[in-house]
């Protein structure tokens, strides 16, 4: 499905998807009995949406007379689309990845956060080309450093990515929020304050 949202085009067949839920239960805005499925999906410039799928049985007019209008009960499919920011998009993932083992691998590559802390370095397989020149300084530096390809790689990749955090370019970085946060407890006890 399709939809242009604010000048772009938000596509399900393009886009990736992250997750899903599935529900079923009474919806007072609709006032009936509602079966609904709701995804998230990552598109290519970062942005996050929802595609939500509620089908339920409604009155529906059938005729076109608005005198005497003739009602009969239908199955409704009704088909929304909307962006989400990344608090959102991170919440609804967090509710499903504590559920759900099949969807945590993917729900994890697009949400850091989620990460348990012993995965956080766990090593995976990337596949990366290099200029000639890069290649020569990458091996003047191992031969100066005692570090391998990849550990070389990984410390300038995150040096590179704080750098630009602390410029502002870079306007999130999960791993130091998530260090702050395991910070705060202690904080709290050495100053005597409880704020709980």
């Not at 499905?1 to 596509?11: C, D, E, L, R």
């Not at 899903?20 to 949406?49: H, I, M, R, W």
């Not at 990845?97 to 993917?106: D, G, L, N, P």
Request: net charge negative.
């Amino acid at each position: 499905m399709k939809k242009v949202i604010q000048g772009a085009v938000y596509n399900t067949e393009t886009a990736k998807k992250i997750c899903q839920k599935v529900s079923e239960g009474p919806d007072n805005e609709e006032g009936a009995y509602v079966k609904q499925l709701k995804e998230l999906y990552k598109t290519k410039s970062n942005k996050f949406f929802f595609y939500v799928k509620s089908e339920f049985v409604a009155h529906v007019v059938v005729n076109d007379d608005d005198i005497d209008p003739k009602f009969e009960e239908q199955e409704v499919v009704e088909e929304i689309k909307n962006l989400v920011s990344y608090e959102e998009a991170l919440q609804f993932a967090s509710e499903i990845y504590a559920v759900s083992k099949s969807e945590k691998k993917m729900i994890a590559k697009y949400f850091p956060e989620l990460i348990l802390k012993k995965e956080e370095n766990k090593k995976i397989q990337k596949k990366l080309y290099i200029s000639e020149k890069a290649n020569w300084y990458l091996e003047l530096m191992l031969q100066k450093r005692n570090e391998t390809n990849s550990s070389l790689v990984e410390k300038l990749i995150i040096e590179e990515y704080q750098r630009l955090y602390e410029k502002g370019i870079m306007d999130r970085d999960p791993f130091l929020e998530m260090e702050k946060e395991q910070e705060l407890p202690s904080n709290r006890k050495r100053r005597g304050h409880d704020y709980e």
